[in-house]
């Protein structure tokens, strides 16, 4: 009898490549966000998928199975063995960061059945059933605003049955029921389709212990709906992010005020303020900092005594980084400025701008910063290109 053997290696090398790059992704990036391909910082989601499965065998004696072969008088001369069959899972995950979410759930692989020609004319036939609980890490590697590549390791407690019949003289049935921890893995991709709903593509590999002979694979390839609903949803933007190197110590960023406010007649006075991001954000995150409410803080004070006519926030990034990337970061931490100025001044939104440029409008040129790797002595070279520009018009009375 013909033994299937398959090679584990290229699933398993593919499914640690895809976890790797999810995990040096992060030292790439410049906010505190997760991508949208990854609902957000922290949360849970369900999902439902379906799909196909098919198994490959290690060592497969058929003789052994059935109680037939050597001294018995009967013999196998073929087995027609169908591995394939419908196969469907449902699991609930949580997000720990942008890289990566832990998941369980049921999954079930379905039936494979067998039919063994014996020499005496006779046919045996078996079933084997694969169905039970995992628990993976799931990485994650952003690649677009929308798509993302996933690879997954976990381990699996499996319910397996086995059964095989005949009615020919010779030849014994015999039903075992196995249940034992394994372990799995996969590779995937996944597709952001709305705000809160996505939809992967994946495929894994459950290894088996044989209840009678060896050990056993079983791919599942399924397609899956996924609802983030612990999840906070990032509806303002499509943002795809990168985490930054930390930035070498700077001197303490000064707050630059360009100011043509005279004192003798009540006037409109534009005042430009322009503010280093390092002193607005912290390594990874988007809220402001203390510091960065302290300087904030500052240019509110400025006003008291104003009505302010208009605000107009506008930030920047530096260069490295794609273009859509650094318009998305820059946009979110413009607005993050926006939403703490406006909890602080008394006045209606539409006299409240927030914009950002990305890498437009750059301080250094290229004969300052040369070079085009993320190292830390470029970054902190582009530190002036990382701002945010405050101009204010406001009317303020003559003292």
């Known amino acids: 009898m013909k033994k299937t053997t398959q090679s584990q290696k290229p699933l398993l090398i593919l499914s640690l ?33 379906a799909g196909g499965s098919n198994s490959t065998h290690d060592n497969y004696n058929f003789n052994d199975r059935v109680g037939v072969g050597a001294g018995t008088g009967v013999g196998v001369s073929s087995v027609n063995i169908d591995d394939k069959d419908r196969a469907y899972k449902a699991f609930l995950g949580y997000q720990l960061n942008k890289n990566f979410a832990v998941e369980g759930g049921y999954f079930d692989l379905g039936d494979n059945t067998s039919t063994a020609n014996l020499t005496t004319g006779g046919v045996i036939r078996g079933t084997s059933r694969y169905r039970g609980l995992n628990l993976d890490l ?28 005949s009615d020919v003289t010779g030849a014994t049935s015999s039903f075992k029921d196995n249940q034992g921890a394994n372990y799995k893995y996969g590779v995937g991709a996944q ?5 809160r709903l ?13 209840a009678f002979d060896g050990r056993k694979n079983v791919n599942m ?25 930390a930035p070498m110590p700077q001197p303490q960023p000064q707050v630059t005020y360009e100011s043509t406010v005279q004192q003798t007649v ?17 390594f990874d995150r988007h809220e402001l900092s203390a510091q960065g409410r302290n300087s904030l803080d500052k240019v509110v004070q400025d006003l008291q005594g104003s009505d302010v006519d208009m605000i107009t926030i506008t930030g920047y990034a530096d260069r490295l980084g794609s273009d859509g990337y650094n318009l998305d970061l820059s946009t979110k931490r413009a607005q993050s400025v926006k939403a703490y ?35 830390a002595q470029l970054k902190a070279c ?18």
Do not use: W
């Open 221 to 245: 390839y399924s397609l899956n709906l996924i609802v983030p609903f612990g999840a906070r949803a990032v509806t303002t933007t499509r943002t795809s992010y990168r985490e930054e190197v």
């Open 266 to 282: 009540t006037q409109v006075a534009p005042t430009k303020v322009t503010l280093s991001a390092e002193s607005l954000f912290a």
């Open 138 to 165: 799931v990485g994650n590697m952003p690649v677009t605003e929308r798509f993302s590549l996933l690879g997954s390791v976990g381990a699996h407690y499996d319910r397996a049955h086995y059964n095989t019949y």
């Open 198 to 210: 996505y939809v992967r593509a994946g495929a894994e590999r459950y290894h088996f212990k044989e």
């Open 17 to 49: 490549i895809a976890m790797s790059l999810a995990a040096s992704g992060s030292a790439l990036a410049q906010s505190n966000t997760v991508s949208d391909p990854t609902f957000s910082n922290k949360g849970f989601y369900g999902g439902l998928g």
């Open 191 to 195: 597709y952001k389709m709305a705000e």
């Open 341 to 375: 100025l406006m909890s602080k001044l008394t006045m209606d939104d539409s006299k409240v701008t927030a914009v950002g440029k990305g890498s437009a409008d750059p301080v250094t040129t290229s004969e300052d910063c040369k070079g085009n790797r993320p190292t």
């Open 382 to 399: 582009l530190q002036p290109d990382r701002r945010v520009e405050i101009e204010i018009v406001a009317t303020k009375s003559a003292s």
